[in-house]
C-alpha cells in the first residue's frame, strides 16, 4: 500500500488526470499551417538546431527535424570524431539533393561551429545562434547533456533512453523541472507517444474503453549481436563510444536502450510505473562486450496488476516488438486491435511518420509558447528498465523506491563507469570483454 502510494506520488500521468495531458496531446499533433503571429513576433520563422553527438542516428534525428518544418537550420555540430562529422553532413546533403531542398539553407553549420572532442557540446551550447538541440548521444551522456542544454537556456529534443543509472534519472527529472521554470521544451525519442495509432487507443482505455486495466505483455524481441574487436590504436574511449550498444555502461543494455519504447507505452497506458520488479536473464550465443541475450521480468503495478516483459537479442529467432493489455471489459495492442466498449476518439494527426512528428510536435510547442515537457515520464520509463536490468543481473526483487528514494538501498547511487566525465577528462578504462553479471553474486 505504501509503494502504491508512492508511485501515484512520483507519476506525473494518472489515469485520473489523463484527460489534461491528453487534451495538450491533441494540441500538440494538429496540424498547423504556416505560423503564428506570435512565432512571427518571436523571431521563430528560423529554428536554429545544434546537433550534440552525429553517428547514424544523430544524422537520422537531424533529417527528421528538417523534414518536420521548413524553418529548421542545422547550425551547429558538437561530435568527437571527423568521420561521423563528414558523413553527417555527406547524409544530410543527400537527403536534400533527393527532397529539392537548399542544403546551403538548410545545413549551415562552419568550420567555427564544428566542436570536436568530448566537451565539444559545452562550446555549442554556449552559442546564442543555437535554439534547439538535439541530443543524440550514447545513453550514459544524456543527464549531463541535458542538464547543461537546459541551463544554457536551450530547447532540447533528447534520444531514448534517458540515461543508463538511477542518478542519472534524478538529474532528467531536475533538468525537467527547471525546464519548466524557464519555459523550455523537452521532447524525447519515444515516438510512439506522438503515434496516432498508440494516441487513440491511450485516450481509449483512459476513457475507460477495455474498462480496468488488469495486466499486459511487452515484448522486443529481435536480432542482435556481439562488439566487434578493438582495432589497433583504437583508444578504449572511442572503442567503447563507437560500440556503445554492446556495453552496458553505455546503453544500460538492451532491456534500457531498446526495449525502454515498450515499458514506456505500458507506464502511460496503465497511467503510472510499477512499484516493483522480478526478473531473470542471461547471454548464450552473444561474443564481445559485457551485455545479456535476454531479459524476462515480472512487474508489478501495484492494485493487483501485473506486466510481463520480454526482450531478446538473438538472430534467427521469432521477432515481436509490441504490447497487450488485459482489461475488466477487454483487451488491446499498444497501436493494434482494441476489444471492448466504443468511446468517442479524437483524430491525432501524424505527417512522414513518429519519428518526424515528434519534431514537429516540440516545434510547435515553442512557437505556441506551451512547450512540451516530457523529461520525467522518459526518465520513469528508463528507471522501470534499470529496475528490470538491476533485478535481472543481481536476482533480487528491486522495489521502485530502492531507486527513487531510499538512500539506504544498494542501488539508490549506483552509478555506472566509465563517467561522462572520465571522457572528457581522458580517464576512461574499457570493462573485460564476455564477463557478465552473476545472479546471486552481482
Not at 77 to 87: G, L, S, T
Not at 168 to 188: H, S
Not at 306 to 329: A, N
Not at 379 to 395: F, K, N, P, Q, W
Amino acid at each position: 500500500m505504501e509503494e502504491d502510494i508512492m508511485t501515484e506520488q512520483l507519476s506525473n500521468c494518472s489515469r485520473r488526470d489523463f484527460m489534461k495531458t491528453s487534451a495538450t496531446a491533441v494540441a500538440s499533433v494538429s496540424a498547423f499551417a504556416g505560423l503564428s503571429s506570435r512565432a512571427h513576433a518571436a523571431g521563430l520563422d528560423r529554428v536554429r538546431v545544434g546537433m550534440i553527438g552525429c553517428g547514424n542516428r544523430g544524422a537520422g534525428a537531424a533529417v527528421n527535424c528538417l523534414q518536420a518544418d521548413e524553418g529548421v537550420e542545422i547550425v551547429a555540430i558538437a561530435e568527437p570524431f571527423a568521420d561521423r562529422i563528414d558523413k553527417a553532413r555527406a547524409d544530410i546533403k543527400q537527403w536534400c539533393e533527393k527532397n529539392q531542398q537548399p542544403f546551403e539553407r538548410r545545413m549551415k553549420v562552419t568550420p567555427e561551429t564544428t566542436f570536436p572532442g568530448f566537451d565539444g557540446y559545452k562550446k555549442l551550447l554556449a552559442l546564442r545562434e543555437v535554439d534547439v538541440v538535439l541530443i543524440v548521444t550514447p545513453a550514459c551522456f544524456h543527464p549531463v547533456h541535458l542538464e547543461a542544454a537546459i541551463r544554457a537556456g536551450k530547447h532540447a529534443f533528447m534520444e531514448k533512453p534517458a540515461g543508463v543509472d538511477p542518478p542519472g534519472m534524478r538529474k532528467i527529472i531536475a533538468a525537467g523541472e527547471l525546464a519548466q521554470q524557464k519555459g523550455l521544451a523537452i521532447v524525447a525519442g519515444t515516438q510512439r507517444r506522438h503515434q496516432a495509432r498508440y494516441l487513440q487507443n491511450a485516450h481509449a482505455i483512459a476513457q475507460g474503453a477495455i474498462g480496468k486495466i488488469t495486466g499486459g505483455r511487452v515484448w522486443w524481441c529481435g536480432a542482435g549481436g556481439g562488439a566487434p574487436r578493438k582495432l589497433p590504436g583504437q583508444s578504449d574511449a572511442e572503442y567503447l563510444v563507437r560500440n556503445w550498444y554492446r556495453f552496458s555502461m553505455m546503453s544500460g543494455d538492451h532491456i534500457v536502450e531498446q526495449h525502454v519504447h515498450n515499458l514506456d507505452v505500458a507506464n502511460w497506458f496503465i497511467g503510472r510505473p510499477p512499484v516493483q520488479a522480478l526478473g531473470f536473464g542471461g547471454r548464450a550465443r552473444r561474443q564481445g562486450g559485457n551485455q545479456y541475450d535476454f531479459f524476462s521480468v515480472d512487474l508489478d503495478y501495484g492494485q493487483d496488476v501485473v506486466v510481463h516483459s520480454m526482450c531478446r537479442q538473438i538472430k534467427g529467432c521469432f521477432t515481436r516488438v509490441s504490447e497487450q493489455f488485459f482489461g475488466t471489459e477487454g483487451s488491446a495492442w499498444g497501436d493494434g486491435k482494441l476489444v471492448g466498449r466504443q468511446v468517442a476518439v479524437p483524430e491525432f494527426e501524424e505527417k512522414g511518420g513518429p519519428y518526424v512528428q515528434e519534431h514537429r510536435d516540440l516545434i510547435k510547442s515553442i512557437r505556441e509558447g506551451k512547450p512540451l515537457n516530457e523529461a520525467r515520464n522518459v526518465a520513469e520509463s528508463t528507471l522501470v528498465a534499470i529496475m528490470g536490468r538491476i533485478s535481472a543481473y543481481t536476482g533480487q526483487i528491486v522495489r521502485w523506491s530502492d531507486l527513487t528514494r531510499n538512500e539506504k538501498s544498494p542501488w539508490y547511487n549506483l552509478a555506472l563507469t566509465p563517467t561522462p566525465l572520465d571522457f572528457e577528462q581522458g580517464t576512461v578504462v574499457a570493462p573485460p570483454e564476455n564477463v557478465i553479471p552473476l545472479p546471486g553474486e552481482a
